[in-house]
């Protein structure tokens, strides 16, 4: 096996994102009760750092960095304008490296590594993509066509590198061609860490399959910006889009279809010592479903006004504003004028969404370290960061909503807390 390694500099960042973020939730449990102590919190994160400390350690050879050109050396929270937003790619990759934590009783400590990097490759291309296609002049066609080419490419069993740098560079935006070397380079990475996995060949339709409905997804986006902005054609289209309930509207279905987590979950179990059996794979999926359209309603729910500043309708704001919408050619000097009120019911939609999530773990999986209760907490941490210190009530609002949800799931499972508590004091004596 040749080793994949990604640089110092973005491990360390990425540890710091994930002790900065942990931080703030536990801070959470002075103000919320969410049926079980912070301790069993702060072990899931603690367990997280460790692992990234020790792919830092583990570095022996070249390494791949993911830092664009010429950025400043600390790029933890930058709201940057520029092609890729690196910081808030990596604060959200951080939050992908905590999925682990479900799996890590089930993997090799050579495999958790290896799962570790794949995740974090595969969402700073996402991230790269997502922003690549946001500022670059793409329709509908050229974006389906560059997502595919890097998508499909990072699982192709063929993969051919010159034939990849060849298509790509038919497929960028020529002002873009500055990331054609990093793409090109996590690509390969990626796809090397893929065929080498112990079930990714297994795992691949699955793979497949998210894939094409991200690649959609991403590219149904054209219709939410200028100049292609066209509310009504998104809305026939992403109103075909399956869904597991029949109440989820069409922006839902979309929205569901633009967050990769659910990928993230199967990328893990790719690497797991023993195949997942079928059922725990389909029950994982149910779950992972809900728990992505929360991901991308809370990332929206942040980002409205800046990406209706960037020309951009995104999908909170179509959910708040679909009709207004809908009557409108041009996203310039349009105002929505929201209201408290209109916040407060698309968060508690999205609760609605997590208290499904959740619901569906705990009937159907397995959960003896109250991972799933952790990621629940820890999605809006991750999501809703940049309101940190400017918008902390907007925060605890939306954990308000969710915290009842989150001490069910405990009840449910019955899980022996303090005996976790216990387990938890010993093994950090």
Known sequence: MVSVEIAAD???????????????AEGLFDYHDFGFPKDALKDHISRVTDELRRVRESIRGSTLSLRPPGL????????????????????FAAGATMITQRYV?????????????????HHCQAGLLDDLIDTGRYNFIEAKNLYHHCLASMIDPGFDINTFRKDLALNLNQEQLGMFDLMTNITAAFNRLYLESPNGQDLFYELQRI???????????????????????????ASSLSAPDPDLRWHERISQALSGATYYNLIDICFLSEPMPPDEIQATLRAWYYFDLVITRLNHFVGVHKDLRGGIANLALVAMRENELLTVSSLQGYNPNLTVRDYEEHSERTAEFSRRALALATRELGDDSLFYP??????????????????????????????????ESVQARGVDVAHIASRIAARTA
Request: proline share 3%; glycine share 6%; no cysteine.
């Open 10 to 24: 973005d491990l360390d960042l990425l540890t710091k994102f994930v002790l900065r973020l942990g931080g703030y």
């Open 72 to 91: 400043a050396a600390d790029g933890m929270w930058e709201e940057a304008e520029d092609v890729w937003n690196y910081g808030q790619t990596l604060r």
């Open 105 to 121: 009783n089930r993997m090799t400590s050579e495999n958790r590594r290896r799962a570790m990097i794949a995740k974090i490759l």
């Open 211 to 237: 894939d094409d409905r991200l690649i959609l997804g991403q590219a149904l986006t054209m219709f939410q910006k200028h100049p292609t902005l066209d509310i009504s054609k998104l809305r026939r289209v």
């Open 374 to 407: 952790f990621v629940t907490i820890m999605i809006p941490v991750v999501m809703m960061a940049e309101w940190i210190g400017n918008r902390d009530n907007m925060i605890h609002s939306y954990l308000r909503s969710i915290s009842p949800s989150i001490r």
